[in-house]
């Protein structure tokens, strides 16, 4: 079967996700598992948005509303935009996968990071595109190593904005100075699936940006801060030719009722957020703390996870973690052999990963 697939499909490195907490009772026998994984808001959705789910339930024998008008209605109010520079997705992964599928030729180019969003090569590889990962700089994205890679073959750059997994971020003016360098022939995908977690005030204004600069995409999330990245749900945001054109490729009813109700009770939720920011706040700097006791580095970080220094193969670790019902990211697929990502937790979360780490690293 091999010989009848496509060759760029062979190429590809099949993404493994964080491993759910249901495997890991089946797999181990654990009762007490916690998910420090894959980056989820582990405050979980608001009331408000669990009632906005039940109350829907019984109509679910209906398609979805293709457009998802209401949920476009209230993001471009948010916004500022217009319901006609929005697209939405199951989850922002899809529409990654849709401008590659609109705008990508055979053989043409992709810049990114290294390491970063594994996604980003997936869906370049698919349309047999060429990826071109630039090595970040003190963990961080550099923008004038990938000025130096454009070539006469670059379609698209992606720029994940803060990173993922080093939770570093670009600013308003690095953006502005490469953005004006950037042909206008090249897409330039803002990826700000963690923008929400900034505490930084020199965050780039994307929205601002996309007024001046016609070949943005920005995407975006409701699964990390808004915590229903079980339902998938993210959207972009771009001029009105863009969304066009990406339209042209979507599928019918791809995003499903449950999560269009859902995220549109959360966007009317705003202490859930501001909850959420407090909580993660608190528990970055718990864990700055406590990592740096344990003799550890960490790369400090914008998002709602830290990427931390072990000094030593991590494989072991993050098996023993996980033998002790706590799930961690062991980050060897980014090729940072040495380093674990861990999700930025409920105090009582941070407090056992902590504790069982020292223990674990007693016996290293």
């Known amino acids: 079967m091999k010989r009848l697939a496509r060759k760029s499909i062979l ?13 890991v009772k089946r797999e181990l026998g654990l009762r007490k598992i916690i998910k420090l994984a894959s980056n989820e808001n582990t405050l979980g959705p608001s009331p408000r948005t669990i009632k906005a789910l039940r109350d829907y339930l019984p109509k679910i024998y209906l398609y979805p509303e293709d457009s998802c008008f209401y949920l476009k209605g209230e993001l471009a ?11 939405m997705g199951n989850g922002s992964d899809e529409i990654m996968e849709l401008i590659p599928k609109t705008f990508l030729n055979p053989g043409e180019e992709v810049i990114y990071g290294h390491p970063s969003f594994l996604i980003y090569e997936i869906v370049v590889r698919i349309m047999g595109g060429r990826p071109v990962p630039i090595p970040l700089k003190d963990y ?57 977690y900034v505490e930084r005030k020199d965050f780039p204004d994307s929205i601002r940006l996309l007024k001046k600069n016609k070949n943005i995409i920005i995407l ?27 339209s042209k490729v979507r599928l019918p009813f791809n995003v499903n009722s449950l999560a269009q109700a859902a995220a549109l009770a959360s966007l009317k939720d705003k202490e859930q957020v501001k909850r959420t920011r407090r909580m993660n706040a608190l528990g970055k700097r718990f864990l700055y703390e406590a990592i740096r006791g344990l003799g550890l580095e960490y790369i400090p ?8 220094n072990l000094k030593r193969g991590s494989r072991r670790i993050c098996q023993a ?7 961690v990211r062991e980050m060897s697929a980014w090729g940072l052999n040495n380093y674990m990502r861990v999700t930025i937790g409920r105090e009582e979360e941070n407090r056992r990963f902590i504790q069982t780490l020292k223990k674990i690293l007693r016996d290293f």
């Open 11 to 23: 190429e590809i490195k099949t993404y493994k996700p964080g491993k759910p907490i249901e495997e």
């Open 77 to 87: 109010k948010r916004l500022k935009v217009r319901m006609e520079n929005l697209i």
């Open 140 to 196: 961080t994205y550099d923008l004038k190593g990938m000025l130096k890679a454009i070539t006469r073959k670059t379609k698209i750059i992606f720029i994940c904005n803060p990173n993922n997994p080093t939770g570093t971020m670009v600013s308003e003016e690095e953006i502005r100075a490469f953005l004006k360098r950037v042909p206008g022939r090249i897409i330039v995908i803002l990826d700000e699936a963690y923008k929400d």
């Open 220 to 246: 975006r999330t409701f699964a990390k801060i808004y915590g229903l990245a079980g339902l998938r749900i993210g959207y972009g945001i771009a001029r009105t030719e863009v969304i066009n054109l990406l």
């Open 301 to 308: 970080t914008q998002t709602n996870f830290i990427l931390i």
């Open 321 to 327: 973690l996980l033998k002790e019902g706590i799930i």
